[in-house]
């Protein structure tokens, strides 16, 4: 299925259709029609590019590239139309309504509540218009159990999961100018939100580096999220997949930058120095 | 009214709605009831760590508060309904629509005249809304009195409160490449719209810092802003608020990334060396 | 035409009116008259700095100021209704629609495919409203002739127009880490897009440059594509231009940011050191 060099058109449009209906169904069918009288250029690059030598690629699950595209185009806040057509993307390829919201729950901490509410808002539309098609969607879970520990336990060590010793360090990078933002950081961003059961952490740390690539210009902090996602044992191939993914969300430089702060991360040696961001 | 890390979310949560009600009203309400069917817990994290831990803090009045995070909301350009329960806010909590507007007018100069536009639509609308409600808020001004001095004078004395010598510092970094920018930033940008005296320098410099950092990305752009806040006066605590209330409406990445930059700032001796910034 | 210091507000106010005129037609006369009520020093402002002081400079043709305009609004994702009044302000001013449409294809590149598709179905809208009032556009192209040579083939030339040497450049850079990143920027990037013939190379770099400048925070890769653009032909000239565009669009920061990259380029050496961003 990979893509290469010498794949003709043909195929490449071929292999992204089938891709395309794969992943976003009807949802993606009506978008390529609708560019046809305007711009079939752009619906041939979206079969063939995104699809065709993307999505085809194989190297990151479906499942996981969905959840990993809900969450970049909530982070980013630009591309309602598109969100939409990837939440019904995200439960085609697997996942459960609660892990869809439980990811529109960590755009809260990487970009805002307002634009985790509005992707709240976008889901709770794609979830009524499935419920009328007879989509049988793993449901939102039941009230959830009450999580283990209290916030500041179950934070520090949801915190500590990233980078041993990253607690002590937040406390001397901001204690003395900023001294409750670390109480805010381990109590609501790892007790509350980063330590929920429903994904796991390296799922979780996959989402944050597709957020904070897509959102841009912001380097310590995705040079830190980059490796913590090393050190919870995602694969390097899965955080290049991403990147390869945001030319298709956020664009080539976006994209390109993630990969050259990637590339940074990787030639470290392991056990290296440790990041200064969160 | 501050938060510990011993207290219950029982009291959180109490504390968190009364701040709720206080500053957003009934389109507060709204967005927590909207939000029980798909995630009681983005409601829950709402009221417990936006109200009952960031706003009940209660180092920045409620009135500044809310005229920042219009501006922040309106300069990001990505929170449409957000904007609109904030522009409620901002009046709810001691803002006089003449206040709303130029706080608007300010996100001209710092994130474009479509995110001034967007916001000056959502106002309208969100005026219109209150007249009907019979909301008695002070009204914008009549036809303001023609301001003091020519353009260029008025733009001139408004650079120059925010650091002696900026003028000069600017005319050597920018003539030789582009010539006519100096002054269309004394003239614009100062001389038209932020020496208008309908908001107070210090307040102003307050909403460049929030929209700076809310935007992310530009680095000597926010260090410049925070130390023209400190020398007109402004008090570190209150630009520490608004990187902490920026974890709210631009997630923690960018507001770390500000308390970075205010913590160099910060460091440095009193009358130290001088920003290249604008 | 050129604005100075000198100048009455009744001048500029003038010059600002009927330059607006030229632009924008109707679209922009309802966007000044829908502020009268709400905020009449917003719509001076436009008239007088957006189009009086900035448009009316002249130095940048207004139907390359248009496309570059389109194109960066798109590139920004947050201002639909002005990115309406600027496709017609791009048509108003001589771009044919195809020449609209190869801008936006173009933004696929730059802000990813929702960015590209957002800025497409806008186009749609305002071809159909212009259909309705029987402007006549230049319309869109029948099917394209087939481009000269393979993808890989186009795209190799179009990037090594812009930089010799860079694709050799690009694969050291990439190739260890994520292996078909070069083959994607040639094939796609380059071999799809960028070397359409529907727009000269030097118009693209431009559009380019507007499109990394509005988006902020990408400088690696802004100061490649003003390397490039002047590598191209392009003026200093024509790109500081630009920069001053993106104070109307962007806001002063992204734009002050923008001319800060334009100094360090302009002052190399021709033929200096390669860039290392793409």
Redesign the interface.
Known sequence: MM?T?SDTAAERYARGWAKLREVDGEAGEQ?IN??C???P??SR??I???FG??YA?GKLDLKTTELVVVAA?A?????E??LRVHLHGALNTGNSRQEV?EA??QV???????????G??A??EV?AARDEQGKPDAP?AP??AAPAGTR?VRGEEALERLKAGQLRHLHA??D???P??V???V???FG??LSRPALLPPLRQLLTVGM?TA????T??LEFHIRAALHLGCL?EAI?EI??L?????????A??G??I??KV?AEPTGGPAGS??
């Not at 809260?108 to 509005?118: D, N, S, T």
């Not at 959102?215 to 912001?218: A, I, N, P, S, V």
Request: proline share 5%; aromatic share 10%; net charge negative.
């Open positions: 893509s060099a978008v609708s560019l009288d305007i711009s250029d752009l690059y979206l063939e590019y995104c030598d993307i690629r185009l982070a980013m806040g630009t591309a139309p598109q919201v529109l729950l809260a901490v990487f970009a805002g509540f307002p634009a985790a509410l509005k709240i808002v889901a709770r979830f939102l009230a959830a500041p990078e901001y003395a100018i900023a409750d933002v109480g805010f950081i109590d609501f961003c509350d939100v904070v959102k841009g210009g912001l310590a902090e390097p290049l990147m390869l945001m030319t298709v969300y956020a664009g080539f430089p976006a390109l930058n990969i050259a990637a590339k990787l961001g969160q």
